[in-house]
């Protein structure tokens, strides 16, 4: 099976772009690479016959994640706490707090945003960038606006009320569902069928909101259960009887 580099920008010493796609290994002359950050440099004598590349030092440039590469910007009134893997993130609607994994570096610029980048360029390094780079984003985003998800009750009966720190529903069953609100989710419930779950972390609303979901997934035929406001359910036709 023939080896490929993908996703590389190749670059003559002036930095002339020459390829941004595939390439197959074999086509390269011997390579003696090493990796100095952000670049393999290629200590080979000449370019692929294939290429419109002139004789010369090959660098083959590893592309980043659109998405990790970009900054984080830091709104006023948050409080960010940088300590080593450890970050905190403080702001009018409470705290989030995260440990990252080694191959994954946090920064501060003097500007004030956040920059994620990978500390290795491992498999594993490419995947967690962009995700903790969300993750982060998310935090910022949590205790300055927030999050929220609304779910909608459907069916003869189905309603839902709040009792103390407990959400109750009343879905059809031969007793009532009793679901725990966890700590830092709100949960408003307006016309006994419209839930709104909100919160600073993400994750915890989405998680929330999905647990009374499972417990009446919308049906396909009446469209009975419970939903998310912006579902979409494609509806089935039922039986219908033999015509005449």
């Excluded at 190749?10 to 100095?36: D, I, Q, Y």
């Excluded at 003097?110 to 390094?125: C, H, L, N």
Aim: contains cysteine; charged residues 25%; hydrophobic residues 35%.
């Amino acid at each position: 099976m023939e080896a490929w580099l993908r996703n590389v920008c190749v670059v003559n010493e002036v930095g002339k772009v020459l390829a941004a796609r595939s390439l197959p290994l074999k086509g390269l002359p011997a390579l003696r690479t090493s990796f100095n950050g952000d670049a393999l440099v290629c200590g080979s004598c000449a370019a692929p016959s294939s290429s419109s590349a002139s004789a010369g030092v090959l660098r083959i440039e590893c592309k980043e994640s659109r998405i990790g590469k970009a900054p984080i910007d830091v709104p006023s009134g948050v409080t960010i706490q940088l300590e080593g893997q450890s970050l905190v993130v403080k702001g009018p609607l409470g705290e989030l707090a995260r440990s990252y994994p080694r191959e994954v570096l946090l920064t501060r610029e003097e500007t004030g945003k956040i920059i994620v980048t990978r500390a290795v360029d491992t498999r594993k390094a490419r995947q967690m960038h962009g995700l903790f780079r969300t993750l982060t984003d998310n935090m910022v985003v949590g205790v300055t606006k927030g999050f929220e998800k609304k779910l909608q009750l459907i069916g003869v009966g189905y309603r839902a009320a709040l009792d103390g720190k407990d959400l109750t529903l009343n879905l059809g069953f031969s007793h009532q569902v009793r679901l725990p609100i966890p700590d830092g989710v709100n949960v408003k419930v307006e016309e006994n069928t419209r839930l709104t779950i909100s919160g600073r972390d993400k994750c915890a609303v989405g998680d929330f909101a999905a647990a009374i979901r499972k417990w009446r997934p919308p049906e396909p035929y009446k469209g009975k259960g419970i939903k998310y406001s912006d579902e979409v359910v494609r509806r089935k036709e039922g039986k219908v009887g033999k015509k005449k």
